[in-house]
C-alpha cells in the first residue's frame, strides 16, 4: 500500500526561493501546494514547478481556511514578502501590513484548524549594522530597516506561539540567494530588479546600465561584500529543516551562509571570467542602508541539520544564473 505524500502549503511559492523549494520537495517525496497572489511572484514559474496552485490572499482568513481544509497540510513555509529595503523605508505601513499583519493571520488560521509545524524565511537583515563577522544566530538584532525589522516581529511571533501553543517552527535568516536551478527551468525574475547578479549580468549582455555602489567601504576593494548562497542549497536547507521538525524538533533558528564573501568587484570579474563578456559599470555613491561585509557563521546549521552548501561557489552560482537568464531575456 503507498503512502499519501505529505502536503506542504508553500505561501509564497511563485517567488525566486519559494518556486525552488516547490521543486527540491516534490524531488523529495512531498506534495507542495503554491499559495500565492502573484503580486510579486510569477505565474509561469508556479507553473513551470508543476505543483499545485491556490492563488489569493495571505490577509483572507476565509480563503485561507479554504485551502487548509482542502488540503490538510502538514506544515506551511512562509516565503511570501516583500523584500525592498528602500521601499520599506518608504512604506512601512504597506511592510508591516504584508509581512507582519498576513503572515499573523495565516499563523492564526493554522492555530485555528491545528496546523502545527511553520518553516519561515528571515533574513540577515534582522542583524542590521553587525558588531562582529562572520555573524553567529545569537548576534544582537537591532534591524536598520522596516523591511528587517518586520521580520524580526515575526520571529518573535513566533517564539511566542511556541511557548503558548506549541507550534513548531524553523527560521532561516537567509544572507544573499543566488543562482538558478541547474537545468534553467526556473530562476530568478523581480521587478524591479535590483540585486547585484542580475543587475550585472544584463549589463554584460543588453548593455543596459550597471552602478557599483560605493568604492570607499573599509574593505579590500571598497566595495560591500555579501555571502551568495545557491538558491538550491537554499531550498534544500528548508526541506532538512522540514524533516527534523518531522523528527520532533520544536524550534529551530539556523543562518543560510557559506560562511564566505565576495565583494561587488569579484562578483563583476567572476560574471565576466564565466560570460566571456564585459560588464560595463560605473561607480556610484553607496546605496542608503548597505552594511559594508554580511557573512554567516554557518555552524549550527551544518551541525543540526547537516546541511552544507553544494552549489555555493561563485562560479556555480553565476553560471546557474547565467543559462537561466540567457533563457528568460531570450538571447540566443
Ligand atoms: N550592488 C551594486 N549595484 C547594484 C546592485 C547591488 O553595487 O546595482 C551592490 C550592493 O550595494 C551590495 C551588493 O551589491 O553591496 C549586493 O546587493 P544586492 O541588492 O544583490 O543584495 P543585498 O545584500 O542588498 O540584499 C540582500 C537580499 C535582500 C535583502 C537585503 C537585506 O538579497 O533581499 O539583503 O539586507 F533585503
Given at each position: 500500500?503507498?503512502e499519501?505524500?505529505?502536503?506542504?502549503?508553500?505561501?509564497?511559492?511563485?517567488?525566486?526561493?519559494?518556486?525552488?523549494?516547490?521543486?527540491?520537495?516534490?524531488?523529495?517525496?512531498?506534495?507542495?501546494?503554491?499559495?500565492?497572489?502573484?503580486?510579486r511572484?510569477?505565474?509561469?514559474?508556479?507553473?513551470?514547478?508543476?505543483?499545485?496552485?491556490?492563488?489569493?490572499?495571505?490577509?483572507?482568513?476565509?480563503?485561507?481556511?479554504?485551502?487548509?481544509?482542502?488540503?490538510?497540510?502538514?506544515?506551511?513555509?512562509?516565503?511570501?514578502?516583500?523584500?525592498?529595503?528602500?521601499?520599506?523605508?518608504?512604506?512601512?505601513?504597506?511592510y508591516y501590513?504584508?509581512?507582519?499583519?498576513?503572515?499573523?493571520?495565516?499563523?492564526?488560521?493554522?492555530?485555528?484548524?491545528?496546523?502545527?509545524?511553520?518553516?519561515?524565511?528571515?533574513?540577515?537583515?534582522?542583524?542590521?549594522?553587525?558588531?562582529?563577522?562572520?555573524?553567529?544566530?545569537?548576534?544582537?538584532?537591532?534591524?536598520?530597516?522596516p523591511?528587517?525589522?518586520?521580520?524580526?516581529?515575526?520571529?518573535?511571533?513566533?517564539?511566542?506561539?511556541?511557548?503558548?501553543?506549541?507550534l513548531?517552527?524553523?527560521?532561516?535568516?537567509?544572507?544573499?540567494?543566488?543562482?538558478?536551478?541547474?537545468?534553467?527551468?526556473?530562476?530568478?525574475?523581480h521587478?524591479p530588479?535590483?540585486?547585484?547578479?542580475?543587475?550585472?549580468l544584463?549589463?554584460?549582455?543588453?548593455?543596459?546600465?550597471?552602478?557599483?555602489?560605493?568604492?570607499?567601504?573599509?574593505t579590500?576593494?571598497?566595495?560591500?561584500?555579501?555571502?551568495?548562497?545557491?538558491?538550491?542549497?537554499?531550498?534544500?536547507?528548508?526541506?532538512?529543516?522540514?524533516?527534523?521538525?518531522?523528527?520532533?524538533?520544536?524550534?529551530?533558528?539556523?543562518?543560510?551562509?557559506?560562511?564566505?564573501?565576495?565583494?561587488v568587484?569579484?562578483?563583476?570579474?567572476t560574471?565576466?571570467?564565466?560570460?566571456?563578456?564585459?560588464?560595463?559599470?560605473?561607480?556610484?555613491?553607496?546605496?542608503?542602508?548597505?552594511p559594508?561585509?554580511?557573512?554567516?557563521?554557518?555552524?549550527?546549521?551544518?551541525?543540526?541539520?547537516?546541511?552544507?552548501?553544494?552549489?555555493?561557489?561563485?562560479?556555480?552560482?553565476?553560471?546557474?544564473?547565467?543559462?537561466?537568464?540567457?533563457?528568460?531575456?531570450?538571447?540566443?
Amino acid at each position: 500500500m503507498s503512502e499519501k505524500s505529505p502536503c506542504i502549503l508553500i505561501a509564497g511559492g511563485a517567488g525566486y526561493i519559494g518556486s525552488h523549494a516547490v521543486l527540491d520537495l516534490k524531488s523529495s517525496g512531498y506534495q507542495p501546494v503554491i499559495v500565492d497572489n502573484f503580486s510579486r511572484g510569477n505565474k509561469d514559474i508556479a507553473e513551470l514547478t508543476g505543483a499545485e496552485c491556490e492563488e489569493g490572499e495571505l490577509s483572507d482568513c476565509a480563503f485561507l481556511k479554504k485551502v487548509i481544509k482542502k488540503y490538510n497540510p502538514d506544515a506551511v513555509m512562509h516565503f511570501a514578502a516583500w523584500t525592498y529595503v528602500g521601499e520599506s523605508v518608504s512604506q512601512p505601513e504597506r511592510y508591516y501590513n504584508n509581512n507582519v499583519v498576513a503572515t499573523l493571520n495565516l499563523l492564526s488560521t493554522m492555530r485555528e484548524l491545528g496546523v502545527g509545524k511553520f518553516i519561515f524565511s528571515s533574513t540577515a537583515a534582522t542583524y542590521g549594522l553587525p558588531e562582529a563577522i562572520p555573524i553567529p544566530e545569537d548576534a544582537v538584532q537591532a534591524p536598520i530597516n522596516p523591511y528587517g525589522s518586520s521580520k524580526l516581529m515575526v520571529e518573535r511571533i513566533l517564539s511566542d506561539f511556541n511557548a503558548a501553543y506549541g507550534l513548531q517552527y524553523t527560521i532561516f535568516r537567509y544572507f544573499n540567494a543566488a543562482g538558478a536551478s541547474s537545468n534553467a527551468l526556473i530562476g530568478e525574475r523581480h521587478d524591479p530588479e535590483t540585486h547585484l547578479i542580475p543587475l550585472a549580468l544584463s549589463a554584460a549582455a543588453k548593455g543596459t546600465p550597471f552602478k557599483v555602489f560605493g568604492t570607499d567601504y573599509p574593505t579590500q576593494d571598497g566595495t560591500c561584500i555579501r555571502d551568495y548562497v545557491h538558491v538550491d542549497d537554499i531550498a534544500r536547507a528548508h526541506v532538512l529543516g522540514l524533516q527534523r521538525l518531522e523528527a520532533g524538533e520544536e524550534k529551530g533558528i539556523y543562518n543560510i551562509g557559506t560562511g564566505s564573501g565576495y565583494s561587488v568587484l569579484e562578483v563583476i570579474n567572476t560574471i565576466e571570467k564565466v560570460t566571456g563578456l564585459k560588464v560595463p559599470y560605473e561607480v556610484a555613491d553607496r546605496r542608503a542602508g548597505d552594511p559594508p561585509e554580511l557573512i554567516a557563521k554557518a555552524e549550527r546549521i551544518s551541525k543540526d541539520l547537516k546541511w552544507h552548501a553544494r552549489h555555493s561557489g561563485l562560479e556555480e552560482i553565476i553560471s546557474t544564473a547565467w543559462a537561466w537568464h540567457r533563457k528568460d531575456w531570450d538571447l540566443t
